[in-house]
């Protein structure tokens, strides 16, 4: 009846108080958790500190006995691009990103994946970085350098496996300049400049070398014993 009217209607308006508290507690849950899942995208893939450790100098020494001696092959059809490389690992974040972050500090990293804030230990040569464009990512066997022991008879799905691969202590982020600098070199003609690394370096190269199956030419595979000797 009309009478009561006002007093149904302030009667329902305190039932609805609790619901209405609810639905805010809900909506602000439901924001935070949005919010969480945003920072992680950002983020992106779970990553490592390092690079992969790579194997015990005594493995290495019985991989590299193993390894076949053979003079370097021909550059004839080499390219890079028979080697794709950077390839989507997650989301928005390709090899070299994931690297970036693995091998950084603190890194941050935008919603496209790239890297806008950190600290790298470059481990060839002990210098510290804080801009990702003073950072390259090193083919610890290059690409050229595969394809004259083997890799230019592998298929391009083999070839994109050793571009990228996160598995294998393959990849590590440089500083940029000591990267140009080895260029395609094998460890008879470049070694890190940090002496201290060289034996965690050989032992990456013959990881890989003997994963993959590629030859080594005499005075590469002296200049790995040499370095393993180190050890």
């Known amino acids: 009846m009309p ?17 209405q508290r609810r639905r805010r507690v809900l909506g602000a849950l439901g924001a935070l958790t949005a919010a969480l899942t945003t ?40 390219s890079r691009d ?31 994946c790239s890297a806008t804030s950190g600290t790298w230990k470059s481990p060839y040569d002990g210098a510290t970085w804080s801009a990702a464009s003073d950072v390259d990512i090193d083919h610890v066997v290059p690409l050229a350098e595969a394809w004259r022991s083997g890799a230019s008879s592998w298929t391009t799905a083999r070839r994109q496996s050793l571009a990228n691969d996160l598995t294998r202590p393959q990849l590590v982020a440089v500083t ?7 260029g395609d070199k094998d460890p008879a003609t470049w070694m890190p400049p940090l002496a201290s690394y060289g034996c965690v370096y050989a032992r990456m190269w013959v ?6 199956g590629l030859d080594v030419d005499a005075a590469e595979k002296t200049a790995l014993q040499g370095a393993l000797k180190n050890c």
């Open 3 to 19: 009478s009561h009217q006002p007093g149904s209607s302030v009667l329902y308006a305190r039932h609805d108080r609790p619901a």
């Open 39 to 78: 920072a992680s995208v950002l983020a992106g893939p779970s990553a490592q500190a390092a690079p992969p450790t790579p194997i015990a100098a005594s493995t290495a020494r019985s991989y590299l006995s193993e390894l076949a001696v053979a003079s370097p092959g021909s550059m004839s059809g080499y």
């Open 82 to 112: 028979k080697f794709p490389h950077w390839i989507t690992q997650s989301g928005s974040c390709d090899t070299r990103e994931v690297v970036l972050k693995r091998d950084g500090t603190n890194v941050g990293q935008n919603a496209s």
């Open 176 to 182: 940029d300049n000591v990267n140009q600098s080895k």
């Open 207 to 212: 990881q890989v070398k003997h994963y993959y």
